[in-house]
């Protein structure tokens, strides 16, 4: 299928988007020892001392003053392409100690260097209408009744965004990687009649999946209860205002009707015309010319179609193939057979829609995990022409999903939306050889030219604990080495915090599940060492917000490296990073976007 001529919009060239990613790069490099720094070695390794010459309450009075928190520069406000200015951001570090001594410019450089300050993100709104063009926008159920507020918004933002390109490139296959489960898939499926293929490397995800339909189901049945009322009041009114002669077919058809639907003897199953306002079958009936062509009759419904109530359209698109009926003549004994013939021409139209409808509208959760070489072929036997989609996928997986696009000619878009940065395994992190690995960081190849390497603790900084919870597990590490002599462990504390009813709980809860004899250490000791470093607690609070300020500079310099990684393709038509989700519902908000040119087989 030809793709339409509607031009896409402007997308940033791939020299622009090597320039931003080297700016950003040279910003977040300087920055790296307070991103790599772990806040459990915050007393033992002395690190306020080693990496932040100002006090600490200088430091959140700057942090508040400069409003790290706070929209990012406006476009134009700052030139993006003076070097003077990086310049300037990079004297917010000391060039000998390498220590964080101007707060201000530290906090500005932090917004200037977020993507949209960096003018490399496209609008969503000019991304769709683009897409769009003048086609109508679908309408149907909405799935707050079935999601929460979070997750709502993002699967209803994401599924028109994900359906607009499939129909820009004319493909109805759509593989939703990490699909969980399968909010994403299953809306997609219902919504927009895409045949959806979820994959996740957890059967329990899976089996979700399916749960999740069968929630999904209910849902509908609920929406097809109150159409049902809806329509038999709507066929009440306008029977009273028929002439008498039209009353009489009205009723004798309706009352058939609604015996056939009361005698069903599957209560799952739902005939077609109980979602059909009955209005129409009169109009059927009594139209003057008895020569009309079954095509006329298809126009004819098509046209009466556009008049049914949202939610009747909403459930009429998601039925399955078994949930219609045929209307047979067995069933109507009204004793005028053309208007009988014309009844069951219509139903008969309908009926084949709504199967072709639900043949294309399936949705198949598999269990796989996915990798950079994976074969879809493999997993899925019928891939045809089609668009990968993830929805807050994790960590390589990601950058797993744009491999495999740009290397399996049948994938003609790709949609992703990253998370759990944390979990990105890295080339450079460690030096160990792996030659045969494929990395989740870096992608592109001007940051593989570097050897760069952000560190798990980087890539960790923007889960925002509470202080007190930083400073429980900060202080026990002082005890643990000064009393236990342990400075290195496998095992981990995890959410002891959230369930300890003190410090001293907290601490004996910690030392047992890090196999350590709490017995040898009383009470007050251990209150001792709270005492000692509780005034210190607002540095380790000032600590991490420098961390938290910092980042979305990682974040940009993820997502720059993604962008470019599809720059330096040869098969790629567009490609632009698109801000999908509001912020302060969905924080990972960032989706990768691309299409291929339109010769690519």
């Known amino acids: 299928m030809s793709r339409p001529s509607r031009a896409l919009p402007a997308q940033p060239s791939p020299a622009a988007a090597a320039r931003a990613l080297r700016r950003a790069a040279r910003f977040v490099r300087r920055a790296l020892p307070l991103c790599r720094a772990h806040t459990v070695e915050f007393f033992t390794r002395g690190l306020w001392q080693r990496l932040v010459a100002p006090r600490p309450d200088a430091v959140l009075e700057a942090l508040r003053a400069a409003g790290p928190l706070a929209r990012p520069l406006a ?9 003077c200015d990086d310049d300037i951001f ?9 220590k964080l001594v101007n707060v201000h410019l530290f906090a500005l450089a932090a917004k200037y260097y977020s993507l949209s300050s960096l003018g490399v993100c496209t609008p969503l709104e000019d991304v769709l209408e683009a897409l769009k063009g003048d086609s109508e926008e679908a309408t149907g159920i909405k799935p707050d009744e079935f999601m929460n507020n ?3 918004h993002e699967v209803q933002v994401m599924s028109e965004l994900v359906d607009s390109i499939a129909n820009y490139c004319g493909i109805k296959q759509v593989i939703d990687i990490g699909s969980g489960k399968g909010y994403l898939s299953s809306f997609l499926s219902m919504q927009y009649n895409l045949k959806v293929y979820g994959i996740d490397s957890s059967s329990s995800n899976t089996n979700g999946a399916h749960e999740r339909n069968r929630k999904l189901k209910k849902h509908w049945r609920a929406y097809q209860s109150r159409g049902k009322e809806s329509l038999k009041s709507q066929s009440l009114e306008m029977a009273n205002d028929r002439p008498v002669e039209n009353e009489i077919n009205c009723k004798t058809i309706n009352e058939e009707l609604l015996n056939n639907a009361s005698s069903l003897q599957n209560p799952g199953q739902v005939m077609i015309q ?9 109009e059927m009936a009594t139209l003057e010319t008895s020569t009309e062509t079954e095509a006329d009759l298809v126009t004819g419904t098509q046209s009466h179609e556009t008049k049914l109530s949202e939610e009747v359209l909403a459930v009429l698109n998601v039925l399955p193939v078994d949930a219609v009926e045929d209307f047979s003549s067995s069933r109507c004994n009204c004793g005028e057979l053309c208007e009988e013939e014309k009844v069951q021409r219509k139903m008969t139209s309908l009926k084949t829609k709504a199967r072709k409808s639900s043949e294309s509208n399936l949705y198949f959760p598999l269990t796989s995990c996915i990798t950079a070489e994976t074969e879809l072929n493999d997993i899925i036997t019928d891939l045809e022409d089609c668009m990968m989609v993830g929805l807050h996928t994790c960590g390589d997986l990601a950058a797993n999903t744009l491999r495999i696009f740009t290397a399996k000619p049948e994938i003609k878009a790709v949609c992703s939306v990253g998370c759990c940065y944390h979990l990105l395994s890295e080339q450079f992190e460690n030096q160990e050889e792996c030659h045969d690995q494929v990395w989740g960081f870096p992608m592109c190849q001007y940051l593989k030219d570097k050897g760069w390497c952000c560190g798990r603790n980087a890539r960790m900084s ?3 604990l509470p202080t007190e919870s930083l400073f429980y597990r900060a202080v026990l590490q002082v005890i643990v080495e000064e009393i236990y002599g342990v400075t290195r462990s496998d095992r981990h504390v995890g959410k002891t915090f959230s369930k300890s009813s003190s410090f001293v709980d907290y601490v004996r809860r910690s030392l047992r599940k890090l196999e350590l004899d709490d017995s040898k250490l009383p009470d007050s000791c251990i209150m001792d060492y709270y005492e000692k470093y509780k005034h210190r607690m607002n540095e380790l609070e000032a600590f991490n917000m420098l961390k938290v300020v ?4 990682i974040e940009v310099l993820i997502l720059l490296d993604r962008l470019c990684y599809l720059k330096e393709q040869e098969n790629i038509a567009w490609s632009g990073l698109v801000k999908l989700f509001d912020p302060v519902k969905s924080p990972r908000c960032y989706a990768v976007i691309a299409l291929k040119n339109q010769s690519c087989s």
């Open 75 to 83: 476009a134009g406000s700052a030139p993006a392409t003076a070097p």
């Open 90 to 98: 990079s004297s917010a570090f000391c060039e000998n100690s390498g």
């Open 150 to 152: 979070k997750k709502s």
């Open 274 to 282: 109980d979602l059909l306002p009955s209005c129409g079958f009169t």
């Open 462 to 464: 923007a889960c925002l």
């Open 550 to 553: 910092l980042a979305p500079c």
